[in-house]
């Protein structure tokens, strides 16, 4: 199974980023898919999550409104749109699939993409 993040990037305070995750050896939308965040000397928090079939959405507080998730099964690729981005959003971002996830957290997590960096500046 891989997992391959791409669409980091810097851009502005206030500006976009499509963040995209490609997957290999599993059907993406047969499976939970979460996006993570990691800043400097933080700890991995949950991002979006996503139930497998899109049956369920979880959202960071700090995100809902600005970011986004949709799929496109025939690429069997999932995305992050993340709009109206803050400096506070500056992190690596992962994706990640699991069989079965209950909570947006990394430990409920079976397969992991790299991370693609994400720079907001003022």
């Known amino acids: 199974v891989q997992l391959q993040a791409s669409g980091g990037g810097l851009v502005q305070s206030g500006g976009s980023l499509t963040l995209s995750c490609a997957a290999y050896?599993?059907?993406?939308?047969?499976?939970?898919i979460g996006w993570f965040r990691q800043a400097p000397g933080k700890e991995r928090e949950g991002v979006l999550c996503?139930?497998?079939?899109?049956?369920?959405?979880w959202l960071r507080d700090s995100v809902k409104g600005r970011f986004t998730f949709s799929r496109d099964n025939a690429k069997n690729t999932v995305y992050l749109q993340m709009n109206s981005l803050k400096l506070e959003d500056t992190a690596d971002y992962y994706c990640?699939?699991?069989?079965?996830?209950?909570?947006?957290?990394?430990?409920?997590?079976?397969?992991w993409g790299q991370g693609t960096q994400v720079t907001v500046s003022s």
């Open positions: 990640a699939a699991a069989w079965s996830a209950r909570r947006c957290v990394w430990d409920a997590y079976d397969f």
């Open positions: 050896g599993i059907i993406a939308e047969d499976f939970a």
């Open positions: 996503m139930g497998s079939r899109d049956d369920s959405v």
